[in-house]
């Protein structure tokens, strides 16, 4: 089955820590995305790639960092420097993020951080 | 630059009946899209429905159907015969820096 996996579903961590947040897609996707949702809001653009090898920041980018190896993993570091990192996390990924208007994103289950 | 607004922070409806759901957006792209997702308490995000801004007729899927008017910039997810099942945060979007709205919680009466 194709589709996105995001790993742990649920993960703990004391303050100071870094933490890496998994995301894996085998849907052949070049872009991919990471949001981040806090209680009762809605979806805010943390990063996202367009390519190997390339990625770009999105309104929230500070206290986090990403990094694109490969086509089907977009892995999302939350830093020390994050000051409020406790969310859920999620990762999508889309045929591009140019060309045809229509390119849907394909959500993973989410990872909800809890930082102690 | 884009954004999306979504005045309705929580609906209620009684079962079997229908519901719409407000979005409106603002964008100076001469071609975008829209897209409604849902959002269980599970945290998924279930795409529902999409429209193109050069898109002739409203989209329908089911029971899900989008009222456009592009001259308003609006585009208004119309739910019919609403289910227990469709409880849940529903989502306005936008293609392009994938802007999402705030959301609006819908709960369905029985």
């Known amino acids: 089955d194709g589709g996105i996996t995001q790993s742990p579903k649920y993960l703990f961590r004391k303050e100071g820590q870094n933490v890496t947040l998994s995301c894996e897609q085998n849907?052949?996707?070049?872009?991919m995305y990471w949001y981040r949702q806090d209680p009762g809001q809605g979806l805010r653009l943390i990063y996202y790639s367009q390519i190997v090898n390339d990625f770009q920041k999105g309104d929230i980018a500070e206290g986090y960092s990403v990094s694109r190896e490969k086509k089907e993993s977009f892995p999302l570091t939350v830093t020390s420097a994050q000051k409020n990192p406790t969310a859920f996390y999620l990762c999508?990924?889309?045929?591009?993020?140019?060309?045809?208007?229509?390119?849907?994103?394909?959500f993973g289950p989410g990872t909800r951080l809890t930082v102690l | 630059a884009q954004k999306i607004t979504q005045t309705q922070p929580g609906m209620f409806v009684q079962e079997k009946e229908a519901v719409t759901l407000d979005c409106t957006y603002d964008?100076?792209?001469?071609?975008?899209?829209l897209f409604w997702y849902k959002q269980p308490s599970s945290g998924e995000m279930i795409f529902l429905i999409y429209?193109?801004?050069?898109?002739?007729q409203n989209a329908t899927e089911g029971r899900y159907s989008l009222n456009f008017q592009k001259a308003r910039k609006s585009a208004n997810l119309v739910i019919s015969a609403s289910q227990l099942g469709d409880s849940a945060m529903y989502f306005c979007?936008?293609?392009?820096?994938?802007?999402f709205g705030p959301g609006t919680r819908l709960s369905v009466l029985p």
């Open positions: 964008t100076s792209d001469p071609s975008y899209g």
């Open positions: 979007a936008m293609r392009g820096n994938f802007v």
């Open positions: 429209q193109g801004s050069y898109d002739q």
């Open positions: 999508a990924s889309s045929i591009d993020t140019s060309g045809a208007v229509y390119n849907e994103q394909f």
């Open positions: 849907l052949n996707h070049d872009a």
